[in-house]
């Protein structure tokens, strides 16, 4: 792999400087002309579905009653519902590292994290559910952040320089299963500028991307041809993860808007979304599986306190999309 242009302690230098400037008045990409929608009707969607955690940055289903989820803190998370709908509870939790990001669940049930080391170098990870076995699989990979997974067992995952001056990116890919692909994964993608989160249509035949401070961009999987379908306006806008219904709308986390975006047929709504008592998105996935609802997106929310100033991901929300 190639070795970043820029160190990434630069980039998080610029982010620093990105999220403080976004959250002040003067420079806030919240201001005037911004319409966001009413908020959910219900007391339910007020409070966190599990809390307790710290830097909340991504999660996953594994579509057999467990929620998953990564922390900027290196922490991960088991999740499981309870038998209050709008309450779920840790399980279990482990230390991978100093920094956790992307996660994906193959189809054999294991978990693929990416984790950062105390020397700023991130891999991936296969973790079992039960979080007893822990194996590398990949070497060090620059910039590693969000990735998905196919139903044909591949694993798509972002890569880039973290230079938001002279942005490159890439989207790779590798085989579930067969470490030996994760040694010189595919370049399924280059020029993906500052890749963050990954997400299928609903026949993976097209692989949606956010591009951390240029918006979303929609790849066809058959041409690897790549489309934007949104720019964020204003200044210093940060998109971070995102999501596909069922009925093919995007659902994008608009970090410092500190709301939700959905994108149908291509087309950017007018209205934001914000998840009541939430801060800033970061992450985002429909329900699946037992005890959690296909019709509600969970979503994390964004920060470690320290490193984001006062924001801090303390866990993961719903917010119900079928209302919307």
């Known amino acids: 792999m190639r070795k970043n242009s820029a160190p990434s302690r630069f980039f ?27 908020a959910p009707a219900g007391d339910q969607w007020g409070h966190p579905y599990v809390a307790g955690m710290k830097g909340v940055e991504n999660l996953v289903f594994d579509g057999q009653g467990l929620m998953f989820v990564t922390g900027l803190d290196g922490t991960l998370y088991r999740v499981e519902p309870t038998k209050d709908p709008f309450q ?5 939790s482990i230390k991978l590292g100093s920094m956790c990001l992307g996660i994906a669940v193959a189809p054999d049930g294991s978990l693929y994290v990416a984790a950062e080391n105390e020397k700023e170098k991130r891999r991936i990870f296969r973790v079992s559910r039960d979080f007893s076995v822990i194996s590398p699989v990949s070497p060090f990979i620059s910039g590693l952040n969000g990735m998905v997974a196919d139903k044909a067992g591949n694993l798509y995952f972002a890569a880039s320089n973290e230079s938001p001056f002279e942005p490159s990116g890439r989207i790779l890919k590798a085989v579930l299963g067969k470490d030996e692909s994760f040694q010189n994964p595919e370049v399924f993608l280059e020029g993906a500028g500052l890749v963050n ?10 692989l949606y991307f956010t591009e951390t401070l240029s918006g979303v961009f929609a790849l066809n999987m058959a041409t690897r041809k790549k489309e934007q379908i949104w720019k964020p306006s204003g200044w210093l806008p940060v998109v971070d993860d995102l999501a596909v219904a069922l009925d093919g709308t995007v659902w994008v986390c608009y970090n410092s808007k500190e709301a939700l975006l959905p994108i149908r047929d291509r087309k950017p709504a007018e209205v934001l979304h914000q998840v009541p008592e939430m801060g800033a998105p970061s992450s985002c996935r ?39």
């Open 12 to 38: 998080k230098a610029f982010s620093l400087l990105a999220a403080v400037l976004a959250f002040l008045p003067a420079f806030s990409s919240c201001g005037k002309g911004v319409k966001f929608a009413p």
């Open 88 to 92: 779920g509870r840790i399980t279990d």
């Open 197 to 206: 989160g990954l997400a299928f249509s609903p026949d993976e035949g097209t």
């Open 286 to 324: 429909f329900g699946k599986g037992p005890g959690f609802r296909p019709d509600c997106l969970y979503v994390t929310e964004f920060g470690l306190k320290g490193r984001s100033f006062t924001k801090n991901g303390r866990g993961v929300w719903m917010f119900p999309v079928s209302a919307q």
